[in-house]
Structure formats: structure tokens, C-alpha cells
């Protein structure tokens, strides 16, 4: 079965993570796929919210690592970057149902949902600096400004690890629920939206997202840049080998 499911029923996309055995980590294949059901859910009338889930246990651990380094995203045309462009710029509403770990990119793409369910055993992070590497997904922009400069030093230079309740008070999170009910919860939700008149969904939202929309892409594009570079810098390559041989990195030669 496919890593990346889609399935299109009463007005809503669900794009599930179906990658359970490597933590639903995220591969240039699946990046593209999700990129590829995003510009056709945007072009479809047939589509009016985009759902995002993973399952009870686990929603994304971010990169698929082992990927990253046989073939590191080496131009803004990369799956990677196509996928974050368009749910950044995605125009109809996405929901997301999280529930454990959402690392990374599992963090960093909520930040381009509109609505987010959380499993009361949601746990996010940024282990960004842990991996050699800098913020993505303009994450380095909007986590300062939805946790405040010092909450996110400490989720994005100390990489530490917040719970859903933390993620509830900064409004990373609509709700908590029990894991069982994530799922359930942001279909219900999404179903709501898809009653609703598009147009005015689509307008309120790119109303709501246009004061730092090109500020957005801006930051993006330089996080790119230098996320693109440090991938293949000493720090990363050993933080990415330690990972793949199941030991602490050492970045006393980095
Ligand atoms: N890339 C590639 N493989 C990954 C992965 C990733 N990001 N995350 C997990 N896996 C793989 C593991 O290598 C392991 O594979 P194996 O069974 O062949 O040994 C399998 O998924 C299970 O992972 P494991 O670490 O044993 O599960 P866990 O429940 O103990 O921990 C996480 C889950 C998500 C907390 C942990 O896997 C983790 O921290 N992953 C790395 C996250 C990360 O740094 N992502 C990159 C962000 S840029």
C-alpha cells in the first residue's frame, strides 16, 4: 500500500501519513505526492478542505532521514519544497489531526493548517539545531511569533520537545482530545467547513494570511537556502550517520 493515502468523500481531501514501521517519516516520494494531491485539490471543485492525519500513535517523524542523506533536496524545484509551497500558499481550508510524535516537519507544517486536532499524547518538536541544520517551512518566522522569541529559543535552539498541552496555550492547537477521537474529530470539523460557501472560505481565509504571505515565502526561501547547504555540512552528516547507527552524535569536530 502506498505511503501516502488520499481519499476524497463529501467535499474533504484526506491525506493520510501511512508509513507506520519508519514513524510515517517523510520521503522525497512522498513529499511529491502530497505536493501533487495539494495542486489538485487546490484545481478541483470537487475539494473544498484538505484533511492531514497520521494514526493514533504516531502523526510524522519528520524527514525520512536515511533519504535526506542519499538524496538531499538540491534545488527549490525538490519534492520537499513543492510540498511546503503549496500548503503554504494552499487557498481552501486544511484541518489537521495530530496525535504522538510530530517532529520537524510534522511541527513545522502545522503551522500552514488552519484548524488542529491534537491526541492528548501529541508531543512536537524542532530538533532542527540537534540535526545540524537551521528551521524550514518559514517555521523560523512563525514560531517566534505564535510561542513568543523565548519559548521558541527553547523549541527551536534547545530542540526540546512540547506537549500538547503547551501547544494548546499557544493556539499551535484548536483542541485536545483522546487519541481515538483525533481523527473523528478533524473529519467533523472538516465537514462543517465543506458545507460552508467556498468562496467566502477562500477569501476570509487569504485575507486573514495576506499581511505576511510574501514575508512568509521570503523567509522560506532563505531557510531553504541554508537548510540546502548544511545538509551537506559535517554537523549534519554526523547527525544524520549517529541516527542511522543508533548512537549520540559527536559534534566535537564539527
Ligand atoms: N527518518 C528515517 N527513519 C526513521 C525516522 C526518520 N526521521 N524516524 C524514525 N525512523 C525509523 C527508525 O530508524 C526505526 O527504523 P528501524 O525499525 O528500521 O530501526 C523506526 O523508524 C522506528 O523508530 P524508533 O526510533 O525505534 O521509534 P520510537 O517510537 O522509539 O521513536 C521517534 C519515535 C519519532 C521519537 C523517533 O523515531 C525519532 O526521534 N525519529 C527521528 C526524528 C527526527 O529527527 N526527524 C528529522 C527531522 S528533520
Known sequence: MSDILTDVTDGVMTITFNRPDKKNSITAAMYAAMADALAQAKEQDAVRVVVFQGNETIFSAGNDIADFLEKPPSSQDAPVY???HGIAAFPKPIVAAVCGPAVGIGTTMLMHCDL??????AAFSLPFVN???????????????MLGYHRAAEALLL?????AEAALEVGLVNRIVPPTEARNLAQAQARKLAAKP?????????????GQAQ????QMTEEGASFGRMLGEPA????FTAFMEKRRPDFSGT
Not at 198 to 210: A, C, D, G, P, Q
Not at 215 to 218: E, I, N, R
Not at 236 to 239: F, L, S, V, Y
Open 82 to 84: 513543492r510540498f511546503l
Open 236 to 239: 549534519a552528516r554526523e547527525a
Open 131 to 145: 540535526l545540524g541544520l537551521c528551521p524550514e517551512a518559514a517555521s523560523s518566522l512563525l514560531v517566534p511569533q
Open 116 to 121: 488542529v486536532y491534537a491526541g492528548d499524547n
Open 159 to 163: 530542540g526540546e520537545p512540547f506537549m
Open 215 to 218: 514575508l512568509v515565502l521570503q
Open 198 to 210: 467556498i468562496r467566502s472560505l477562500v477569501e476570509t481565509k487569504r485575507l486573514m494570511k495576506k
